[in-house]
């Protein structure tokens, strides 16, 4: 039975994900901070097992790589928003999310690959955001970190696949937990997260390196790409600002 490591799994993305690769007949090690919503999440998924982990700390950051190492697919999708402009944000704030966008990212990829190469099999999925083509402060620079990197490793480690998945507004607790203002976006621009993990997990199986899911965000990320990076710069900002 193949084993799955998602992090952040006891909320939105990751407990959708926790939800489908449980039916799909994956063994599944959860990982978050709040041990008693972990417990809730394992048993809702059939006795997983439970990671408690801090990845904005060393110690939870050790303990993500020693999961990973025993993973064959690593969903590394834990993260959080930031409500305010730059100079508005606690710097230790920006540096937590540095470690938990990116440096939990690329610890946890780092572990799990040499296992997946020697055992022929296996694959990473990194939750970015369509956030990553419009960047906007710290949390879009992460994102787009994120990409890149996947792109790259996916380039570099023939014989397992790396894919950025780069979702649009998705209905989870992440806009309540930073406290953004966000009844101002349309409803055809939120996603469903069970939607997401499903076109998500088709785009993997494709082979996909970057995944956008819903047509409205291809859309959107593919008019980004034709307009300078200073421009969408500037209008995400100035539309950033509506959730302050
Ligand atoms: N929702 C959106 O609109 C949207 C759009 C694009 C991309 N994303 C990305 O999707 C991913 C999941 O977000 P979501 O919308 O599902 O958010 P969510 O509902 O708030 O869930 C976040 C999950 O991450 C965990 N987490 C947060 N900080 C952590 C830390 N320091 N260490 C370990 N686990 C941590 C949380 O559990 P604990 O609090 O128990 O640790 C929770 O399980 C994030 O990377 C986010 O940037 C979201």
């Not at 994900?17 to 799909?24: C, E, Q, S, V």
């Not at 990553?132 to 023939?158: E, N």
Request: positive net charge; glycine residues 12%.
């Amino acid at each position: 039975m193949p084993t799955a490591l998602i992090t952040g799994a006891t909320a939105g993305i990751g407990a959708a994900f926790a939800r489908r690769l449980a039916a799909d007949g994956f063994r599944l090690i959860l990982l978050a901070r709040d041990a008693e919503r972990l417990a809730r999440a394992a048993e809702d998924c059939g006795n997983a097992e439970v990671v408690v982990a801090d990845l904005a700390t060393d110690d939870g950051l050790a303990k993500g790589e020693e999961a990973a190492r025993h993973a064959d697919l690593v969903v590394n999708n834990a993260g959080f928003g930031q409500k305010g402009r730059f100079l508005q944000v606690p710097l230790e704030d920006e540096l937590a999310m540095l470690r938990v966008h990116c440096e939990a990212v690329l610890r946890l990829t780092h572990a799990a690959l040499p296992g997946m190469r020697e055992r022929g099999r296996g694959g990473v999925i990194n939750v970015a955001s369509v956030a990553a083509f419009f960047s906007r402060g710290t949390y879009g620079a992460s994102k787009a970190w994120v990409v890149g990197f996947s792109q790259g490793v996916a380039a570099d480690v023939p014989g397992v696949h790396v894919m950025a998945l780069c979702p649009g507004f998705v209905r989870t607790e992440f806009h309540d937990r930073a406290e953004m203002n966000v009844s101002g976006i349309p409803k055809p621009f939120w996603l469903d997260a069970d939607r997401v993990v499903a076109d998500a997990l088709r785009d993997f199986r494709k082979g996909v390196t970057v995944s956008v899911p819903g047509v409205q965000y291809k859309a959107l990320v593919g008019l980004g790409k034709l307009i300078p990076r200073n421009l969408a710069g500037r209008l995400s900002s100035r539309t950033g600002r509506r959730y302050d």
